[in-house]
């Protein structure tokens, strides 16, 4: 099984930005699917951003687009989220997941339960 170690998250001024990074152990990550979900206290858990096994796809939840960047470099086993123009809205938990694909299709996936996964989380705090 992929393990997955999330970083980068803090306390961070709104407009201001952050990168999460996440890290993956498995040696065959160029043929997963990654994506980045949150969970702010009392909320469930809700999509923020996913990527495709090549990178030659993503997207992003309509909250933080043209704010938010995912990208992947296969060659580290990492992927990375951007995000620029920080809002008190954006604190929560943040979740890195990963999905086993099995065919060359270049998918991406929003679902939560569409992955296999899951990272520890890293706490993200946006203050006013």
């Known amino acids: 099984q992929v393990q997955l170690v999330e970083s980068g998250g803090g306390l961070v001024q709104a407009g201001g930005s952050l990168r999460l990074p996440c890290a993956a152990s498995?040696?065959?990550?160029?043929?997963?699917?990654m994506g980045w979900f949150r969970q702010a206290p009392g909320k469930e858990r809700e999509f923020v951003a996913a990527i495709s096994r090549s990178g030659g796809g993503t997207y992003s939840a309509d909250s933080v687009k043209g704010r938010f960047t995912l990208s992947r470099d296969n060659t580290k086993n990492t992927v990375y989220l951007q995000m620029n123009s920080l809002k008190p809205e954006d604190t929560a938990v943040y979740y890195c997941?990963?999905?086993?694909?099995?065919?060359?299709?270049?998918?991406?996936?929003?679902?939560?339960?569409?992955?296999?996964?899951w990272g520890q989380g890293t706490q993200v705090t946006v203050s006013s």
């Open positions: 997941a990963a999905r086993a694909t099995y065919y060359s299709s270049d998918f991406l996936y929003t679902n939560s339960n569409e992955y296999d996964y």
């Open positions: 498995e040696h065959t990550f160029s043929t997963y699917a």
